[in-house]
C-alpha cells in the first residue's frame, strides 16, 4: 500500500493489517522524529487494534505515545500544533465501517508535504527493524490526554459567544468522531441543537448518515423548521450543508458564502481564494464576479494548505466539504467550518440559500467513479482522443476533469456544461473509454 491523497487507507485486517499499522508507527517514528507522538481515532471496530499496532511499531522505536481516544481529525492536529509533536489519526474518513485508514501530521498540525511522505513510503519498503532500533528499557511509554476539551474551546472561540443564540440547527454527527463534541460546541454559542445520528456502535458510521449520505439531515431540517443543518464525515474534518428549504449546500458553496463575507468586511487577504480542479465552474464565476482571484491545486486538502501557506491566504477548501481557515487551524476542520457559515447566517439574518444563491450558480456538474482492479496512473493518456473531443464540444462554457482517486480505488470521471443532458452524454462517452480500459 501507498500515501494517497491523505494517508493509507483500505480494508481493516486485509488490506490495512496490524502488521502494516506496526511498520507505519515504526516508520513515523525514525522519519518525523520528535520523543512523543499523539494518536487519535474513529470509532470503527477496527480502530483500537490498529492503534495498538502502530502505537507498538512507535514505541519499538523508542518513541513514546500519547493516546487521545476518539475524536475528530481537527482535534488531533489542534494537539500536534500546540505540543509541536507529531500525530496520528486512525480513520477512513467517509468510507464504509470495514474500512480504516491511518493519516500522519507533521508537527505543528500539518499534512506531510510529497517529499516526507517518499520517506516514509521508503522505511516502508525497508525489511525490518533497524539494527540501532532501542531495547529493554529503552522503548517508548504510553500515556493519554484528553483533548476533547481543547477542541471545544479553540473552535469556540472561532466567533463571538453567544454568536448563535436564536438559530435551531440540525447536526447529522454520521455516528462518527464528531458525535460528542459537535453538539456541545453549538449548545456554548448559543444555537438550540437537534442531533441526529450520535450513537456510534463501532459499525453504523457513515451507514446512511453523515455527509456522504445526508438524506435524513434534508428531512429533519424542514421537518423541525430549522435555519440549517450540516452534515459531518466520519472524522468530521469535512462538511456538507442542507439550507432551511433541505436543499444540500456543497463544499464550493460554502467556500464562496465564507470569501464574500470576508472579501466585504475586509478580511479576505489578499482578495484570493485556494480551491482544487474539482471545483465548479460556477464557483469561478462567481469569485470572479466579486473581484475574488481564484488559484488551483491538485485534489487533496494538503496541496490547498500548501497553497495557502505559499501565498499567505486565508481561506481555501475542497468541493467536499473539506475547508480551511488558514487564520483558525492547521487543517480542514468540519465543526469549525460549520460554526462559521452558521454566525454568517445569524449575523447577516440571511437564509443560507440567498447566501449561497448570491455567491454563485452552480453549473451542471456529473462526476462518476469507474471502479478499477490496478492502478492507472496513466488514464488521461490512454484516452487523450476523448479527452480532446470532449473539450472541443464543450468550449469555453464547459469542463472535463479524470483522474485516479487518491483514496479509492476507482477513476473519477467529471464534466461540467452549461446543460445537464450535455455533461451527461460526454460523461457517460468518458466513462465508457475508461471502462474500455
Same mark, same amino acid.
Given at each position: 500500500m501507498r500515501f494517497g491523497t491523505d494517508g493509507i487507507r483500505g480494508v481493516a485486517n486485509a488490506q490495512l493489517t496490524p502488521e502494516l499499522a506496526l511498520a507505519i508507527g515504526r516508520a513515523a517514528a525514525r522519519v518525523l522524529g520528535g520523543p512523543v507522538i499523539t494518536v487519535g481515532r474513529d470509532p470503527r471496530w477496527s480502530g483500537p487494534m490498529? %492503534?495498538?499496532?502502530?502505537?507498538?511499531?512507535?514505541?519499538?522505536?523508542?518513541?513514546?505515545? %500519547?493516546?487521545?481516544?476518539?475524536?475528530?481529525?481537527?482535534?488531533?492536529?489542534?494537539r500536534s500544533e500546540t505540543a509541536n509533536c507529531p500525530a496520528a489519526m486512525i480513520s477512513a474518513s467517509h468510507n464504509p465501517f470495514g474500512d480504516n485508514g491511518i493519516k500522519l501530521f507533521a508537527p505543528g498540525g500539518l499534512k506531510l508535504s510529497d517529499e516526507v511522505q517518499a520517506l516514509l513510503e521508503a522505511e516502508l519498503d525497508a525489511a525490518g527493524a533497524k539494527a540501532d532500533a532501542p531495547t529493554g528499557r529503552d522503548v517508548g511509554t504510553v500515556g493519554t490526554y484528553d483533548v476533547a476539551p481543547d477542541y471545544v474551546r479553540h473552535v469556540g472561540e472561532s466567533i463571538p459567544d453567544g454568536a448563535l443564540a436564536g438559530l435551531k440547527v440540525v447536526l447529522d454527527c454520521g455516528n462518527g468522531a464528531s458525535s460528542d463534541v459537535a453538539s456541545t460546541v453549538f449548545t456554548r454559542l448559543g444555537a438550540e441543537v437537534v442531533a441526529l445520528h450520535v450513537t456510534p456502535d463501532g459499525s453504523n458510521i457513515n451507514d446512511a448518515s453523515g455527509s456522504t449520505h445526508p438524506e435524513s439531515l434534508r428531512t429533519a431540517v424542514v421537518a423541525e423548521g430549522a435555519q440549517l443543518g450540516f452534515a459531518f464525515d466520519g472524522d468530521a474534518d469535512r462538511m456538507l450543508a442542507v439550507d432551511h428549504q433541505g436543499r444540500l449546500i456543497d463544499g464550493d458553496q460554502l467556500i464562496a458564502v465564507a470569501a464574500v463575507d470576508l472579501k466585504r468586511r475586509g478580511l479576505l487577504v489578499n482578495d484570493t481564494v485556494v !480551491?482544487?480542479?474539482?471545483?465548479?465552474?460556477?464557483?469561478?464565476?462567481?469569485?470572479?464576479? %466579486?473581484?475574488? %482571484? !481564484?488559484?488551483?491545486?491538485?485534489v487533496g486538502d494538503r496541496y490547498v494548505l500548501e497553497a495557502l501557506d505559499q501565498g499567505g491566504h486565508v481561506l481555501g477548501g475542497e468541493q467536499s466539504g473539506h475547508i480551511i481557515f488558514r487564520d483558525r487551524a492547521t487543517t480542514g476542520d468540519g465543526v469549525l467550518s460549520a460554526v462559521v457559515i452558521a454566525e454568517i447566517v445569524a449575523r447577516t439574518g440571511?437564509?443560507?440559500?440567498?447566501?449561497?444563491?448570491?455567491?454563485?450558480?452552480?453549473?451542471?456538474?456529473?462526476?462518476?467513479?469507474?471502479?478499477?482492479?490496478?492502478?492507472?496512473?496513466?488514464?488521461?493518456?490512454?484516452?487523450?482522443?476523448?479527452?480532446?473531443?470532449?473539450?472541443?464540444a464543450l468550449g469555453a462554457d464547459g469542463r472535463v476533469l479524470v483522474r485516479p482517486s487518491g483514496t479509492e480505488p476507482v477513476v473519477r470521471v467529471m464534466v461540467e456544461a452549461v446543460d445537464a443532458t450535455t455533461a451527461q452524454q460526454w460523461c457517460d462517452h468518458l466513462v465508457q473509454a475508461v471502462e474500455s480500459l
Open positions: 490498529l %492503534e495498538a499496532a502502530f502505537v507498538a511499531g512507535a514505541c519499538a522505536e523508542g518513541v513514546s505515545v %500519547e493516546l487521545l481516544g476518539v475524536v475528530p481529525t481537527p482535534a488531533v492536529a489542534l !480551491v482544487t480542479v474539482m471545483s465548479n465552474l460556477g464557483f469561478r464565476i462567481g469569485m470572479a464576479a %466579486e473581484g475574488i %482571484e !481564484v488559484v488551483d491545486t491538485a440571511r437564509p443560507l440559500a440567498d447566501l449561497a444563491d448570491a455567491a454563485m450558480t452552480r453549473l451542471p456538474q456529473v462526476l462518476r467513479n469507474v471502479r478499477i482492479q490496478a492502478p492507472m496512473p496513466d488514464v488521461t493518456d490512454r484516452i487523450a482522443d476523448e479527452l480532446t473531443a470532449a473539450a472541443a
